[in-house]
């Protein structure tokens, strides 16, 4: 090729391509190396949950780079791209749960986000939802206020309003058998167990971690989940640990509070619960963990009303005759 021919606007043109698909590529690799370390820092961790947008920028760019027929670049990118596919491996699509008939408990649980001004949103769904359980995270006196219709509807609560974002709250149709709050540290936690119509009871915990915002409160989170690690090692009876825990189960902090504890992830495939203003960085962040007792049903999420949160409902059947 010709001097002149290497500087058409053609190929000036396929060379600004390949620049940019090689920055897009760097752009992906860089944190999904640092991710790796995310167990040394807070700031690392943080690289850890956004696994599944750095999967789907790397297949676009690999598919993009087949056709550039770059194959060296796409020989580096493969190996990155294998790393966030097995970190996320155990929320592909699959097949649901053999299970049938109506789930032992359904429940729904919402980040309120403080301000009760999206009460009149909320209501109607959690109507229209209907769950036994209804877990709520920044419970405040102005969310009991702004939801004393939808309590009404509940026999069974333990109500429990903060002022800011640490209150938290339980509706339950299921008879209270038990109940009690504590502070997990810095934070408001419900203990309750709950009798099953079939005479069997279960036990639930709510719950509402720190969010990871600096290395002081990244350092409580992770206290918050030593703790909570404890008290759920002491329980043998069925048991659900729900809310906003501020990690993802792409955290090697989370994946190893989960093998310590026995405790299994309900969600079944690839969701997100926030921010809802930002879909395209969604991660979970509000789990249902479940014991061995249980086989998780549907999980699924509810419709945006005005919180960073969207609301997760969640169903699950107890193993066994009762």
């Not at 790397?58 to 990118?77: H, I, K, N, Y």
């Amino acid at each position: 090729m010709s001097r002149t021919a290497r500087h058409t606007p053609a190929s000036r043109s396929l060379l600004l391509i390949d620049s940019l698909l090689g920055l897009a590529a760097f752009a992906t690799a860089v944190p999904t190396l640092l991710a790796l370390a995310a167990a040394q820092a807070w700031w690392l961790e943080l690289f850890s949950h956004f696994r599944l947008q750095y999967l789907a920028a790397q297949l676009v760019l690999l598919a993009a780079l087949a056709l550039r027929r770059r194959w060296r670049m796409s020989l580096l990118l493969i190996p990155l791209a294998a790393l966030n596919a097995s970190a996320t491996s155990a929320y592909w699509p699959r097949e649901p749960n053999p299970v049938s008939g109506r789930p032992d408990v359904r429940i729904m649980t919402a980040n309120l986000y403080e301000d009760a001004s999206d009460a009149a949103r909320f209501i109607p769904q959690a109507q229209r939802e209907d769950p036994d359980v209804l877990a709520l995270v920044e419970f405040s006196h102005e969310w009991q206020a702004a939801l004393s219709t939808l309590t009404a509807e509940y026999p069974y609560s333990s109500l429990e309003p903060r002022h800011g974002s640490f209150g938290i709250a339980l509706l339950s149709r299921l008879p209270i058998i038990e109940q009690r709050s504590f502070e997990l540290l810095s934070s408001t936690t419900l203990d309750v167990r709950l009798a099953l119509p079939d005479g069997r009871a279960l036990r639930l915990l709510a719950v509402h971690l720190r969010p990871p915002q600096s290395p002081r409160l990244a350092g409580e989170r992770n206290r918050q989940l030593t703790e909570l690690g404890k008290i759920v090692s002491r329980i043998d009876e069925p048991l659900i640990v729900i809310g906003d825990f501020n990690t993802t189960p792409y955290s090697p902090l989370f994946k190893d509070w989960s093998a310590q504890t026995g405790l299994r992830d309900a969600r079944t495939r690839w969701s997100f619960s926030w921010p809802a203003s930002f879909p395209l960085l969604g991660i979970p962040i509000d789990h249902c963990m479940i014991s061995e007792h249980f086989i998780a049903g549907e999980q699924r999420r509810g419709e945006a009303f005005g919180s960073d949160h969207y609301p997760i409902l969640t169903e699950l059947y107890l193993r066994g005759d009762p």
